[in-house]
């Protein structure tokens, strides 16, 4: 795939970026935790005993009925590809539930501040584990692009490991306006330094 933009004169090229890193592999407030038989998911994975699911030693049930964490359930649908979600999928053939993401109260503190978990501090963090599974799925399904500005076919910017296409687009119109602020500022300094030669 390859789209060309036109903004304020620039051209802005779109490609699919084909090797992108892992977002599971930056530093995220979730821990992601899946079980697929034919995918490795996410962060860590659910150990299959004899039909029964573990993980961290106690079976996924008990781990899910711990005090100190929160946590929300991840959905997988399965059909020319995968995508992932935390709200179930209408296909009930293709999709079902692979596993969770989860967060320490502990580690929310340490992120937020203060000496126990608000409710508001609860929401804050069910929306960030949200983002993080929102952000995975794009990793998964490929809506992960690059970019490449140029102006008479020079080349002015470029940039990779950009998630979502309409975020693409947007970083390369920040950057475009940047730029153009930037040339901006260059001609008027240089027509200061000319009238101040006119007048010296």
């Given at each position: ?7 304020k004169g ?5 490609e ?13 407030l ?6 697929h038989?034919?995918y490795?998911?996410g962060d860590?994975q659910?150990?299959n005993?004899y ?7 106690v079976?996924v049930q008990?781990?899910?009925k ?12 399965d059909h020319?590809?995968?995508?992932i979600?935390?709200?179930?999928f ?6 079902g ?7 320490t ?7 937020y501040?203060?000496?126990?978990v608000?409710h508001k501090k609860k ?7 949200r983002?993080?599974v929102e952000t995975?799925?794009?990793?998964l ?13 020079e080349?002015?910017d470029?940039?990779?490991?950009c ?7 947007e ?7 940047f730029?153009?602020k930037q ?9 200061s330094v000319?009238e101040?030669?006119?007048?010296a």
């Amino acid at each position: 795939m390859k789209e060309i933009e036109e903004y304020k004169g620039y051209q802005i090229k779109i490609e699919s970026d084909d090797y992108p890193d892992s977002p599971r592999d930056w530093d995220n407030l979730g821990t992601m935790v899946c079980g697929h038989r034919h995918y490795n998911l996410g962060d860590e994975q659910i150990d299959n005993r004899y039909g029964d699911l573990y993980y961290d030693g106690v079976p996924v049930q008990d781990f899910l009925k711990r005090k100190d964490i929160i946590w929300l359930p991840l959905y997988l649908y399965d059909h020319s590809g995968i995508t992932i979600s935390t709200s179930s999928f209408s296909c009930p053939w293709d999709s079902g539930q692979v596993g969770f993401i989860y967060v320490t109260k502990e580690d929310i503190l340490k992120e937020y501040g203060g000496k126990i978990v608000t409710h508001k501090k609860k929401e804050l963090a069910l929306k960030v584990l949200r983002g993080e599974v929102e952000t995975y799925d794009q990793f998964l399904t490929g809506d992960v692009y690059w970019f490449c500005v140029e102006k008479d076919d020079e080349i002015l910017d470029s940039c990779g490991g950009c998630y979502g296409y309409d975020y693409t687009l947007e970083e390369a119109k920040s950057y475009i306006d940047f730029h153009i602020k930037q040339e901006e500022k260059r001609e008027w300094e240089n027509l200061s330094v000319k009238e101040e030669l006119m007048f010296a």
